[in-house]
Nanobody, 125 residues
Framework: QVQVVESGGGLVQAGGSLRLSCRAS????????VGWFRQAPGKEFEFVAG????????YYADSVKGRFTISSDNAKNTVYLQMNSLKPEDTAVYYC??????????????????WGQGTQVSVSS
């Protein structure tokens, strides 16, 4: 199974920005796409954003539309999540999921085969 490596989390003030990175170690991404999910303490696991493997289509949760941007650099085999105008409610552990097996379900975590270990994003008010 591929090792998914995330980086870029940290502590930032409200209104600030962070960029998360997701890379598949040892091989390229396979399947239909890559997604980002998050889980905050006491809250449900939720979809954040997804991108098709070739980068042609992207999808966002309503809560992050207009603030977050997902992109891919196929040459570097890396997917990015640029997070701007961060809010305290964005505080969560963010997970990268790869190898999406169903192109119609970017927001369904069960359709991804590989996951990263998670990276903490904390936004202070």
């Amino acid at each position: 199974q591929v090792q998914v490596v995330e980086s870029g989390g940290g502590l930032v003030q409200a209104g600030g920005s962070l960029r998360l990175s997701c890379r598949a170690s040892g091989r390229t991404f396979i399947g239909y796409g890559v997604g980002w999910f998050r889980q905050a303490p006491g809250k449900e696991f939720e979809f954040v954003a997804g991108i098709s493997r070739k980068g042609g289509s992207s999808y966002y949760a309503d809560s992050v539309k207009g603030r977050f941007t997902i992109s891919s650099d196929n040459a570097k085999n890396t997917v990015y999540l640029q997070m701007n105008s961060l809010k305290p409610e964005d505080t969560a552990v963010y997970y990268c999921a790869t190898d999406l097996m169903d192109s119609s379900d970017y927001d369904d975590p069960t359709d991804y085969n590989s996951w990263g270990q998670g990276t903490q994003v904390s936004v202070s008010s």
